[in-house]
């Protein structure tokens, strides 16, 4: 059963207060964090602070092939170097399949699912599921794992970006929530853990913007509250390419926290802070915080690292 073992104390209350805002980081360790990683973190963190929220961290390390080596040591050691305070116990999402498997036969009992076989090859460039195998019946041993959508319109107020919409039917069609090799789905994990472990605003990178639709359609199939989101302008490369793992954007430094956060300050437009411990300028940076101020655009423009 789903909820026999959620497996996370979190508290909903912080020194005897009820809270309003629970946030997260959720960085995939499939590269080390670079520039880019840490503006989300101190955009998450700050906004949490500033509205008494609490802020997890949460290793989203289900698709195991994709693991960098040694990726998920340097995420636990950027949060420790720039000094952050986690209101949980980080947890890892590869230690939580189980939790996933049930939330898939939830899906099941409601008919929303359904194996898949098509192939890549079969599959071709066609970047919407045409639903195939929708009515086959097929077995769920060893098979894509799909969700139904259907023809409809879902729009979210982005705080950053406005209104986003997509069409399920025409724009995503029926999506992978488990690969025909086992491997969980980003978009089922992220979804799944938001609602448990209590979240009520996400705050990411815009790289993230088109899988909101999908990740809303979820939380729908399952009853979850709708969430909060704040798509963050992304660090650019000085070659106008958005910094990644991809293009070997560089790890951060961890020998000089304190000169990263003042410039991942000044790269959301916040107030400056001077240079101390990391905690330190954490704090100043909460006091002042204004949401407002971050670009309301899906690119750091004129912003370069
Ligand atoms: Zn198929």
């Known amino acids: 059963m789903l909820f ?33 990683s840490l503006i989300t973190a101190v955009a998450s963190y700050c906004d949490a602070k500033a509205n008494r929220g609490l802020w ?18 340097h995420i636990l050691q950027s949060i420790h170097a720039f000094q952050f305070e986690p209101d949980s116990e980080i947890i890892f999402q590869k230690d939580r399949l189980d939790i996933y498997e049930d939330v898939i036969q939830q899906l099941h009992q409601k008919k929303m699912v359904y194996a898949c076989q098509c192939t890549r090859k079969i599959l071709g460039s066609n970047h919407i599921y045409v639903g195939t195998c929708r009515d086959l019946a097929l077995s769920f041993d060893q098979q ?12 979210f107020q982005d705080v950053l970006q406005g ?18 090799d086992g491997i969980i789905n980003y978009q089922l994990a992220v979804v799944v853990d938001d609602y448990l472990q209590g ?25 979850y509250p709708r969430l909060e989101y704040i798509h963050l302008p992304l660090a ?50 909460i006091a002042q915080w204004d949401l407002n101020l971050i670009p309301k655009h899906t690119n750091l423009d004129g912003f370069y690292i």
Not at 163 to 180: E, I, M, P, W, Y
Request: aromatic residues 4%; negative net charge.
């Open 4 to 36: 026999s073992n959620p497996s996370l104390p979190l508290p909903l209350k912080k020194e005897g207060k009820e809270v309003n805002y629970v946030g997260r980081f959720a960085p995939s360790p499939t590269g080390p964090l670079h520039f880019g």
């Open 56 to 73: 997890h961290v949460r290793i989203e390390d289900t698709d195991i092939p994709r693991i960098y080596p040694g990726s998920e040591d």
């Open 144 to 155: 894509a794992i799909r969700v139904k959508v259907e023809n409809l319109e879902i729009c």
């Open 163 to 180: 209104q986003h919409c997509s069409n399920l039917a025409t724009d995503l069609g029926d999506f992978v929530l488990k690969r025909r």
């Open 199 to 223: 979240m009520t605003h996400v705050v990411r990178g815009a790289d993230l913007l088109d899988n909101t639709e999908r990740q809303i359609w979820l939380g729908e199939l399952l009853d």
């Open 236 to 285: 650019m490369n000085d070659q106008g390419q958005k910094l990644s793992k991809q293009n070997m954007a560089q790890a951060l430094d961890l020998s000089k926290p304190s000169e990263l956060l003042q410039q991942a300050l000044q790269a959301l437009k916040q107030p400056s802070v001077e240079l101390d411990a990391p905690n330190k300028m954490l704090k100043q940076a």
